[in-house]
Nanobody, 127 residues
């Protein structure tokens, strides 16, 4: 069963843009913070961005701040991560994640309790 369906990864040159999308089931979407982690081989997963369940607040990790923007479209049960000015160091597998509102605190870190994961989408930035 696919609980979080994500898309939008791909290959782009330095300075380019991508938009990731993640669509959740209604119950998950309405009761969760939503966002993304990313991970590269040999490194701990890194929180990228997240948005509170009622869209009252957002968080962007230091590496994303000023370049990435997270948003929600509640009519579509979908969250988006607009990624601009991409750099080679952004290369990673990006995983959509849902975190219970009861547990959702910013910043998202490796120990943040994730209730549901997307399958991951690969983002590759070439120099």
């Amino acid at each position: 069963q696919v609980q979080l369906r994500e898309s939008g990864g791909g290959s782009v040159q330095t300075g380019g843009s991508l938009r990731l999308s993640c669509t959740a089931s209604g119950p998950i979407y309405s009761r969760s913070c939503m966002g993304w982690f990313r991970q590269v081989s040999g490194k701990e997963r890194e929180g990228v961005a997240a948005i509170y369940g009622d869209a009252a607040s957002t968080w962007h990790g230091a590496s994303a701040r000023g370049r990435f923007i997270i948003s929600r479209d509640d009519a579509k049960n979908t969250v988006y991560l607009q990624m601009n000015n991409l750099k080679p160091e952004d290369t990673a597998t990006y995983y959509c994640a849902a975190v219970s509102l009861l547990s959702c605190r910013f910043p998202w870190v490796a120990s943040t309790p994730v209730d549901a994961w997307g399958e991951g989408t690969l983002v590759t930035i070439s120099s």
